[in-house]
T-cell receptor, first 114, second 112 residues
Framework: NAGVMQNPRHLVRRRGQEARLRCSPM?????VYWYRQLPEEGLKFMVY????????ESGMPKERFSAEFPKEGPSILRIQQVVRGDSAAYFC????????????FGPGTRLTVT | GENVEQHPSTLSVQEGDSAVIKCTYS??????FPWYKQELGKGPQLIID?????GEKKDQRIAVTLNKTAKHFSLHITETQPEDSAVYFC???????????FGGGTRLMVKP
């Protein structure tokens, strides 16, 4: 049973470009969470999605960031017009049930903005 | 919102010794407390968790204790091995249970 898949693993973008990060949850999981980790820091919640619905986006920056989890295909975290401060590791987690249930993390996408 | 504090930020122990990492949380409604191990360049790996209806849980060399009254929980690793070296994060759910709030992490170094 494959774990949470994320791609690409490494992404380099110039300032002003767009970054698209993909996440495929574990088989049977329909809840997806995105977290951001700055160097030498803990993970910070960004957004929680179920299929075709954003449930909680309280951790998302108000501008340039968006997320989706379509009926078919992976969840996408999209960052428009990237800036150097967006450089971080972005992790996706999935769980079978919402609430106080285990979240399993993918290997992350390391975004570098030059 | 929830706030999780974690101590110490770094911990160095000799192989075979025990390691203890402590966390406190602020939201009394939190009811699920997982611990993650993160190795360099990898995603966090769930190693143990505890729910608010129990005070202690053990899995081989790893144990977690929870004191809901004091709002703190701890990770105990016994008979440490070099492969235990990693960054460990504690976390707690918010009262809606949707997001995990993480502590700042503890870098554990086990010296052979």
């Amino acid at each position: 049973n494959a774990g949470v898949m994320q791609n690409p693993r490494h992404l380099v973008r110039r300032r002003g470009q767009e970054a698209r990060l993909r996440c495929s949850p574990m088989k049977g999981h329909s809840h997806v969470y995105w977290y951001r980790q700055l160097p030498e820091e803990g993970l910070k919640f960004m957004v929680y999605l179920q299929k075709e619905n954003i449930i909680d986006e309280s951790g998302m920056p108000k501008e340039r960031f968006s997320a989706e989890f379509p009926k078919e295909g992976p969840s996408i975290l999209r960052i428009q017009q990237v800036v150097r401060g967006d450089s971080a590791a972005y992790f996706c987690a999935s769980s079978p049930i919402a609430g106080d249930y285990e979240q399993y993390f993918g290997p992350g996408t390391r975004l570098t903005v030059t | 919102g929830e706030n999780v504090e974690q101590h110490p930020s770094t911990l160095s122990v000799q192989e075979g010794d025990s390691a203890v990492i402590k966390c406190t949380y602020s939201d009394s409604a939190s009811n699920y407390f997982p611990w993650y191990k993160q190795e360099l360049g990898k995603g966090p790996q769930l190693i143990i968790d505890i729910r608010s209806n129990v005070g202690e849980k053990k899995d081989q060399r790893i144990a977690v204790t929870l004191n809901k009254t004091a709002k703190h929980f701890s990770l105990h690793i016994t008979e440490t091995q070099p492969e235990d070296s990693a960054v460990y994060f504690c976390a707690a759910t918010n009262n809606a249970g949707n997001m995990l709030t993480f502590g700042g992490g503890t870098r554990l170094m086990v010296k052979p």
